[in-house]
């Protein structure tokens, strides 16, 4: 079973980036942990970072027939990104929307996701562990779907 992980623009930074919203946890800390629990779980990710949103749309594009889901932390694209709003719904496998931090509680221009209504879930304000619950989530889904 094939996962995609997409971190949006300036999730690369994670670590650095207002480490008081954010914590301390690197992106590469957080690709390392979702291996290890796809290791555990005995599924295959595929991960890819850009600060661009055509890259990111062409990754779901490129794996539309090879993967069974995604994880997306659309970061910045949160509140903007009607083509990447418009690629996960195109795609046939469900996606789960990811958040390090509750956007709900911080500045209200954030609160509201455009990309929500194109996943079948949200998890969010749990910092790392968000990815985490996330894929525990996901597998669980599919696998429930299989059944």
């Known amino acids: 079973m094939k996962i995609l992980v997409l971190h ?9 980036r207002e480490p008081h919203i954010y914590g301390t946890t ?8 979702l291996a290890a629990l796809a290791g555990e779980l005995g599924v295959q990710l595929s991960t890819l970072q850009s600060n ?7 990754f779901l594009h490129e794996n539309i027939d090879s993967a069974q889901g ?3 932390n659309p970061a910045g694209l949160t509140q ?23 956007i709900a509680a911080r500045e209200t221009w954030r609160a509201h ?3 929500s209504p194109a996943v079948r879930g949200t998890v969010q304000g749990l910092g790392p562990q968000s990815y985490l619950m996330a894929l525990r989530g996901l ?3 599919l696998q429930d779907a299989k059944a």
Do not use: C, W
């Open 8 to 16: 949006g623009p300036n999730l690369n930074l994670f670590g650095r």
């Open 26 to 33: 690197t992106l590469a800390e957080i690709n390392q942990r």
């Open 52 to 58: 661009h949103e055509g890259a990111l749309i062409d």
């Open 70 to 72: 995604a994880l997306v």
């Open 80 to 102: 903007h990104g009607v083509p990447l709003h418009d690629a996960i719904k195109a795609m046939p496998f469900p996606t789960l929307e990811v958040h390090m931090s509750n």
């Open 113 to 115: 996701s455009i990309i």
């Open 139 to 141: 597998v669980a889904l």
